[in-house]
């Protein structure tokens, strides 16, 4: 029985609200087969798989900490909803299973091309696991690496808010509470940053045509979501396996993902009355972490395996716990990077946009207030 839209979808469900259009990101498919692999595979199937939304997450959320290269007058201020659009690289949408040194599965058939959550909606290579029971080659699991999504963009909106402070420095502060959403989880965001104008420190600066600044951003994200595995869910012979464990062992169970992003970058830039353009390079970086707290159900060999005995603790097969088994930590695909965008001003209100060349090039859209 798989677990959809549980294990990933959660993670992005934030972000489909600012593209409601959007095609559904890929689910992790059959976890409890995955688990039964064991630790070591576990892990290294979630990092190839989630690969490209670690790097595409990132880079979205560090767009959007500004819309001009000029800082805000002495108490002035805005706030901005925007959403980041990352580009996956058509080289991130698959991984070649064989190459992932994997320690327990082999590649079944001859498709070892696996989709990573942003490449193809088909399912993936087929793997299977094979264990020696008295003295025979028994395959114990047989399952595919889950579907793409189809949908090769990492989405990630955001509000930021701005306040001008003293010697054209700008204070910003990203922040959502922890907030349910529904049944699939919850999220919670926090972000600093802060530009600050150069001009003054130039000679002839104050009478540059354009304004220079240098600006700095860090977004930390979290979200978590119940699982719900039970045993029955990777018990396929229930009259070969052993059980030993209440259902109570599978409570607890739960996702966490957490990402860090930064960046920090040069601007040059001219504002006008209804106007600004800007440009600037620089630097981001960024991290995803994933965790699985709780117990988790997989199926193993009996090594009390008795075949002339009737009692269910000499059954072939039994029932064993894995604690927490996945623990991934990935960065992303950190580098330089140029960007450019522009602000429009009606009165008060603003309409915004970027765009961000790099490793995982980016589109940023948002709307405001703003003042001074």
Known sequence: ??????????????????????????????IGDILQSGREDANTLARAYLEPFGSGFGASLNTGWT????????????????????????????????ELGLQ???????????????????????????EEINGNREKLLEFN??????????????????????KDTELMLRYTPK??????????????????????????????????SVMFGYTNMEVGSDLDLPAENVIENPNDTYNKYNSTKWDGQSVTLNTDAWTINALVGKSLPMISIYGGIGYEASTLSITTPGSYPTVVPN??????????????????????????SMDGDNGFRALAGFRLR?????????YTLSNYSSYNLGVGISFR
């Open 303 to 328: 090594e009390n395996f008795d075949p002339t005995s009737s009692d269910e603790e000499t059954r072939p097969l039994k029932v064993d716990a894995l604690d927490e088994p996945i623990d991934v």
């Open 179 to 212: 907030t349910e959403i529904g049944d699939f989880g919850n999220f919670n965001l926090f972000g600093v940053g802060a530009k600050h104008g150069i001009n003054q420190w130039l000679p002839g600066g104050k009478v540059l045509p354009v304004n220079l």
């Open 145 to 166: 690496m889950p579907k793409g999504s189809g949908f090769g963009y990492v989405p990630a909106p955001m509000i930021k808010a701005g306040v001008g402070l003293i």
């Open 104 to 130: 327990k599965l082999e590649l079944e058939g001859n498709n070892p091309n696996s989709p990573t959550i942003n490449g193809a909606d088909e399912a993936g290579s087929l793997l299977a696991y094979y």
């Open 346 to 354: 009606f009165t008060v209100f603003h309409i915004s946009g970027s």
């Open 67 to 98: 819309n001009t290269a000029k800082t805000h007058g002495k108490f002035g201020f805005d706030v901005t909803v925007s959403s980041g659009l990352a580009i996956v690289p058509d080289a991130a949408k698959s991984f070649n299973v064989t």
């Open 1 to 30: 029985m798989k677990l959809r839209y549980r294990f990933l979808t959660v993670i992005l469900l934030f972000g489909l609200f600012a593209f409601n259009a959007a095609p559904t990101f890929g689910q992790v498919g059959d």
